[in-house]
Each structure stands twice: as structure tokens, then as C-alpha cells.
């Protein structure tokens, strides 16, 4: 079962990912496939990048451990750092922004088949 503490950081990653890849389909008009499409795309890159990164060596250390903190903050150990809820936020970000320019190019027919 998810606790407060294990959602905020998906809530994080889903909110960060959706404001990427609107942003960025708003400032690139030929990738948008519109605001709906945008964010839920977006959201689904930013959870799917958060949890790809944080099993990359090297980059997992700038997430934090997600399921650690959670656990750790449930028995009362702390946690939630600002630096995790940070990390988190800008692999969403970016994961958001990846996702979307991948479904936008492939949707204008950019990408070569």
C-alpha cells in the first residue's frame, strides 16, 4: 500500500512531466498534439524517465532512493529530503519534455519510419 509520503514523490514526477511537455509543445507548436495529449503524455514520461534514471548508475545518488525514503519516513526516520523531491522533479521535467518531442515528431512524421 502507498503511504503520503511514497505518493508525493510520484505526484511530483507526474506534475513535472506534464508541465514539460506542455511548456515545451507550447514553445515547439509541431509537436503539439494538443494540451490533453501533451500533459498526459508528458506525465507518463515523467514517471517513466524518473524510474529509468533512478536504475542508471551514477544517476539513482541524484534521486535518492524513492522506496528507501519512503519506508524510512513511514518509521519515523526522516527521508523525504528537499533534494529528492528536487531530483525527482527534474527527471520528471525532462522525461516529460523527451517523451512529448519523441510522440511529436513521430505524429508530424519527422521521424523517418
Same mark, same amino acid.
Given at each position: 500500500?502507498?503511504?503520503?509520503?511514497?505518493?508525493?514523490?510520484?505526484?511530483?514526477?507526474?506534475?513535472?512531466?506534464?508541465?514539460?511537455? #506542455?511548456?515545451?509543445?507550447?514553445?515547439?507548436?509541431?509537436?503539439?498534439?494538443?494540451?490533453?495529449?501533451?500533459?498526459?503524455?508528458?506525465?507518463?514520461?515523467?514517471?517513466?524517465?524518473?524510474?529509468?534514471?533512478?536504475?542508471?548508475?551514477?544517476?539513482?545518488?541524484?534521486?535518492?532512493?524513492?522506496?528507501?525514503?519512503?519506508?524510512?519516513?513511514?518509521?519515523?526516520?526522516?527521508?523525504?529530503?528537499?533534494?529528492?523531491?528536487?531530483?525527482?522533479?527534474?527527471?520528471?521535467? #525532462?522525461?516529460?519534455?523527451?517523451?512529448?518531442?519523441? #510522440?511529436?515528431?513521430?505524429?508530424?512524421?519527422?521521424?523517418?519510419?
Amino acid at each position: 500500500m502507498l503511504t503520503v509520503n511514497a505518493l508525493v514523490p510520484l505526484l511530483v514526477e507526474i506534475v513535472c512531466g506534464a508541465a514539460g511537455a #506542455v511548456f515545451l509543445c507550447w514553445l515547439v507548436r509541431r509537436l503539439s498534439s494538443g494540451l490533453t495529449v501533451n500533459a498526459i503524455v508528458g506525465a507518463l514520461g515523467g514517471l517513466a524517465f524518473t524510474w529509468l534514471a533512478a536504475r542508471i548508475p551514477g544517476l539513482g545518488r541524484f534521486l535518492g532512493q524513492i522506496e528507501q525514503a519512503a519506508d524510512a519516513t513511514a518509521q519515523s526516520m526522516g527521508g523525504l529530503s528537499p533534494a529528492i523531491l528536487v531530483g525527482v522533479g527534474i527527471s520528471g521535467l #525532462v522525461g516529460g519534455m523527451l517523451l512529448a518531442t519523441l #510522440v511529436g515528431l513521430i505524429r508530424s512524421g519527422l521521424v523517418a519510419e
